[in-house]
Nanobody, 127 residues
Framework: QVQVVESGGGLVQAGGSLRLSCAASGRTFSLHAMGWFRQAPGKEREFVAATSRSETNTAYADSVKGRFTISRDNAKNTVYLQMNSLKPEDTAVYTC????????????????????WGQGTQVTVSS
């Protein structure tokens, strides 16, 4: 079992940057693909970014491509989301999730593939 805890959210002006972190417990972090999702008020949760176990493959939502970067440090059991050029429409609760994967290069963009979820961290971008 994996537990994940997000940090790094906050209030930032449009055009600014934030880096979110997701720390995972357990000794099997490197066996999990990781993803970030977000949910804005009144909207459904949506996929943001994901990385495979080995970080060989990554995936991004079109709305964040070129602005956000997902990375992971398996030695630290941590996955990061670097968010640059933030826009007011990026305002949401950002949640980290883990998916046990047999294939090291598998990357998951569907919520249904993730077994473990964090509580989320609020990101607010002011205009």
């Amino acid at each position: 079992q994996v537990q994940v805890v997000e940090s790094g959210g906050g209030l930032v002006q449009a055009g600014g940057s934030l880096r979110l972190s997701c720390a995972a417990s357990g000794r099997t972090f490197s066996l999990h693909a990781m993803g970030w999702f977000r949910q804005a008020p009144g909207k459904e949760r949506e996929f943001v970014a994901a990385t495979s176990r080995s970080e060989t493959n990554t995936a991004y939502a079109d709305s964040v491509k070129g602005r956000f970067t997902i990375s992971r440090d398996n030695a630290k059991n941590t996955v990061y989301l670097q968010m640059n050029s933030l826009k007011p429409e990026d305002t949401a609760v950002y949640t980290c999730a883990a998916s046990w994967e047999l294939v090291p290069t598998a990357v998951q963009i569907s919520e249904a593939e993730y077994e473990y979820w964090g509580q989320g961290t609020q990101v607010t971008v002011s205009s």
